[in-house]
């Protein structure tokens, strides 16, 4: 269908919108207009995606003059692929109306892991040795020595690549990760290389958030892109949490073992390259006195380790003096690895800002801040020069070099925190010296500067005004949309006690209470019993959930449940998880039933659907609070305090129940689609914490639901279940629409006109 | 509902817990009444009096039955109709069954209205042949063979009511298969399922059975007393059954009426073939002899035409020769299946120029108090009907009284003239 927002043709693939799609489409306008940032939250299932694709490629139509570029940032792959095939949907159906001149070329960009068609190179287990295989193939100097000696193996993919020189290109269109293997096959080109080069010219570009927040990775793919671009952030619920991580490193005793061995093999290197190649070395000196300049002439396949600081950090100086020449480089980090290695070896827990570990390690190392700097920029140059092409082999040194820069370049928003033992296991000693970030607005400040519209989306972004405080960026939309539904297909409800009528809650105090345990097992134990097909529950941590499941074991109430359902757990160990989950989605589907045993926080609660009879019912044992005691949380908390005036109880009350709305918004994945979703805890039933809930589940929450006990619960999911089985009318009948036709909206439009001018 | 007692029991206590919550803790018996908030509904007409509340929950069933009559016309106005059905119900005794949610329990409800099915299938399908298999334990076991005499099943099913167990579908439909796959071509091999329970376990692959059932082109239509449940829908959406959940206990009966009459004829199946039928006469009641069926000595009954065989009621198959015996009321009963009569057009409220009566019943048709009637109009006669007289028209008059009268009326006039 086609229609007008204002001055825009919006051309939508598909014969009906949603209202709220449409005022989705209107407040992204908006945002568009203003040239601003937007904040837009609506639940999953009502089409963001497309609502966002068609909006802003159909404004890039209307305004031919200025081009307008679309970055859009998806966490998976899989997100990826779907996004790349929705667009692709679209521009057919623009193509087909607008004729040719509707062409846009739109690429995804991902790992080489994802992208290579080298038969020899993608076989590799993970993806940095994957990285590392195809660099040795396709590096300058390999190729190089090839020329000489064609006994030297080389990428021909890529080789082929290089020789079409600038005739490389893509032609216009939508091109999946699968459609780019296959166009690089067919033409025997470097689909990576290939993908990477024509980023620049693409009118839409997807990728993951990565691209965009590592300044490691953003410095090398991003850096070319216009300011006139869209940036698109989805499922940016825990945008925060990304932010923060690209800037934190942390350090472990093998961590500094590898840095070692690092070390003494690039010693080997400089002794071999003094004795046969001298001048390489004098060359490299030469070129740090003038300074780093030197990034830009690089050859394409040898740019892999860019600045972990951000771009306009990097002062343009030069190197300091002390460690131009390589060996003198090579000394300096053994010292700071020396001093890592000794700091590592405390009895408690240590926590210090970076200027007073800067002082120290001036102290103690002699390496001053300068020196730490430009640490990174240094390594990524000797080991240029040294011809190593095995990246992955030197991860542990360039961790030491990013952990060394960022100290070196940051004096707020971090903290240098040293645990000899993980909490929660006190006897094994596992030292780790964490770096961590607490500004989420650092990473993502030179987006927001450099980009001209950024667009946040998800499903949960409540409370929606906390987003712009942590980001610190001010949007010029910020709004949050509810469903339109033909029916109530979604019914949340909070249990505050068991069938005995006593509190259940994780409390701390309350959580090992055997009450409680038992509360909560014949609250599973009677659901099994009225709901079909899938259930799946989240607990709030993996030790509390082997403990309550050890309980009920030994209770034998775990054995009831088998009767009625299969019980299957998560593990952290991914492998077995998966084979978990393929068996739930088994039993589910051939009548059996099941219940799946997750933990929120947990790569379940993140990125698996558990739509239609998957996911009948969800139970969110608890709430889902971070670790209060861990050393990071409290940095970050009193950081949060001091800079953005954010108390710690509203920041983990947020934190956890964004969470808790991951958790039971995995149920539902489209307005066909309905499920229960039932949070077992009294603390939900109060109003600080309930009123963080995103809208769309708030306005299904009903007062009568508020302050169930199992009884009752299990009365509710009875009449919800029935209900919700017979069979309904799609479109809405009566006066509430939820399908609108293009005729519809017209009639909409022509009303509000009318509205307004009266 | 199992903590109905010791809740009661635990009422002090839980008053006192609730002071710091919010106090909404209500009795059982009152909570339907405050979800609902029934009395808000409530509304009174010009004169004072209380209008009926729940005309939603009726006009949805009217409704829904109109939507069925349409889409059952709409592909076709004369489609061809399985009016030989030979249907096994599977009836789910599985310890779901003893569950109390429906009064007295959930096993008694089914059995009550399977009598009533029973009843009524024989009555719209005369020719059709019935048999209860039963689950329980996990096992199917085949309570009646096929027959078409109600009595026999409704008395087996009464004397078989107990529950143990899970239950399974995959033993069920292998058993029904089993048997289906023997009766003749030009039958309709039909499963109706009442399910109980809210899982299976099965002792194999159930999709392979499910494929098997489909290749023999049985239908297979569940009908669930809890909740909807993926495999069942699966094999409805397979084999071409409707899947269903009763709300209550008269949803449950509308439901399962719902498959009295006979489904659109299966495409392959409907090649026409000729079965050979004997009209067997009623004997006279002083004359006694023995009855194949009951081996009974006793007046009355029918005497087969090709071996003089006497069985006591129709339709049955001959025990001796095999032959199918019908007597022609039957045939005729079946026969309005074939030519039913059009569904009724929507009538807009607005018009102006409808009558103001029913035709059917004569009662005003203009909207009485706060609610709008409805009004329909039969296509080729277009006299106006309200729609309890267009349910009433549909499904058990089989004839418009408006065509019939007009029909009447031509024929009066042309006598005269």
New interface residues.
Partial sequence: MKFQIEDVTVYFPYDNIYPEQYSYMVELKRALDAKGHCLLEMPTGTGKTIALLSLITSYALSKPQSPLKLLYCTRTVHEMEKTLAELKKLHDYQVQHLGPAARILAVGLSSRKNLCVNPRVVSAENRDSVDAGCRKLTASWVRALAEKNPNVPTCEFFEEYERAGSGAVLPPGVYTLQDLRAFGKLKGWCPYFLARHMVQFANVVVYSYQYLLDPKVAGIISKEMQRESVVVFDEAHNIDNVCIEALSVSVRRQTLEGATRNLSKMEQEIQRFKATDESRLRAEYNRLVEGLAQRGDLQVGDTWLANPALPDDILKEAVPGNIRRADFFVRVLRRLVQYLKGRLETDSVEKEGPVTFVASINNHAGIDQKTLKFCYDRLHSLLLTLEITDTDEFLPIQTICDFATLVGTYARGFSIIIEPFDDRMPDVRDPVLQLSCHDASLAIKPVFDRFQTVVITSGTLSPIDLYPRLLNFNPVVSRSFTMSLTRDCICPMVL??G?????VSTKFDMRSDLGVVRNYGRLLLEMV?????GIVCFFVSYSYMDEIVNSWNETGILKEIMQ??LVFIETQDVVETTLALDNYRKA??????AVFFSVARGKVAEGIDFD??YG?LVIMFGVPFQYTLSKILLARLEYLRDTFQIKEGDFLTFDALRQAAQCVGRVIRSKADYGMMIFAD?RY?RHDKRSKLPGWILSHL???H??L????A??IA?EF???????YDKAGGGGKKTLLSQEDLQKMVEGHMNEMLY | MNNGDGKRLNGEAEEEDEDDLDGEGREAWERTYTDERSWESLQEDESGLLCPVDDKILHHAQYRRRLRSLSSTTTASRIQKGLIRYLYIVIDLSKAAAEMDFKPSRMAVVAKHVEAFVREFFDQNPLSQISLVTIKDGVAHCLTDLGGSPESHVKALMGKLESSGDSSLQNALDLVHGYLTQIPSYGHREVLILYSALSTCDPGDIMHTIQKCKNAKIRCSVIGLSAEIFICKHICQETGGLYSIALDESHFKELILEHAPPPPAIAEFAIASLIKMGFPQRAAENVISICVCHKEAKGGGYTCPRCKARVCELPAECRICGLTLVSSPHLARSYHHLFPIMPFEDVAPTQHKLPKTCFGCQQSLLSSGSRTTLSVTCPKCRRCFCFDCDIYIHESLHNCPGCESLRHSKSVNTAEA
């Fill in positions: 505050t006690r069938s005995d009528q006593l509190p019993s009225v709901v079909p097909d009625h359902k589910c589907d051939c009548g059996r039933g239609r009879h009948r009294k039933s009903r007062d009568a508020l302050n006990s199992t009884d009752m299990v009365y009875r279940l029935r209900r919700m089985a017979q069979p």
